[in-house]
């Protein structure tokens, strides 16, 4: 009898564990007014690709920089390397009225305006579950797997800088946005994001702002300065 009642302690206990890890995940979907987050699809294999990412990958006969000069469209997203990952800069801390609030905190970094407009930039890799078609095709997958509501109508394509030196003019990498108009006690809020299949990895940008003017400012400063930065060989 008491090895029965200690196992169902035990199974009481796994159950409870659950409950808060669930909990835990659906506290982190949403920031700063937005109800979408990224989860990685490829959660487990997390660990795995930190380690892999130590050691240098090269490509054989690609050319990183002539990829890095070029406009990276929807299309052209098989011209990168295999599995080598993208990235995103800080450079939106350099702006005026922006700071860092949280650096890289696994795979994250977060900007505040003082106007309260609040950035978060993602990196994540082990996208490969997502990918359909090209690029473009791969985003909406993103978009859909994020939040199922979201039809492909609703996103709209923009650019973003690639790479390059933010106070010179230089190649573009585009993105889909999905806007989302402020509600009666709620932000105004954009998201940007591009799965690059080949890559392995998505970027996700959110924009969350207490109105609309204060988001077409925060969204030009964004275009300007959060370059999404090329992979290299």
């Not at 790479?163 to 940007?192: F, N, S, W």
């Amino acid at each position: 009898m008491a090895k029965r009642v200690e196992s169902m302690g035990g199974g009481m206990k796994a159950q409870a564990a659950a409950v808060l890890v669930v909990g835990s995940l659906l506290g982190a979907a949403s920031l700063g007014g937005c109800s979408v987050g990224i989860p990685d699809p490829a959660a487990p294999k997390v660990e795995q690709t930190a380690s892999a990412l130590t050691t240098p990958t090269i490509t054989p006969g690609h050319d990183a920089e002539a990829v890095a000069a070029k406009d990276m469209p929807f299309t052209a997203g098989g011209s990168l390397a295999q599995g080598v990952p993208v990235g995103i800069s800080n450079g939106l801390k350099e702006a005026p009225g922006w700071k860092l609030v949280k650096e890289n905190a696994a795979g994250e970094s977060q900007y505040l305006k003082a106007d309260g407009c609040l950035v978060a930039a993602k990196v994540r890799t082990n996208q490969s579950p997502l990918v359909r078609g090209d690029d473009r095709e791969s985003t909406i997958a993103l978009f859909t797997y994020l939040d199922p509501s979201i039809l492909p109508e609703y996103l709209k394509t923009e650019t973003l800088r690639w790479g390059g030196d933010p106070e010179k003019p230089g190649p573009r990498v585009e993105v889909l946005v999905l806007e989302q108009p402020a509600r009666p006690g709620a932000k105004a809020t954009a998201i940007m994001a591009r799965l690059f299949g080949t890559a392995g990895s998505s970027v996700y940008i959110s924009v969350a702002c207490p109105d609309a003017a204060a988001l077409a400012a925060a969204r030009a400063d964004v275009a300007q300065r959060l370059l999404i930065v090329p992979p290299s060989n």
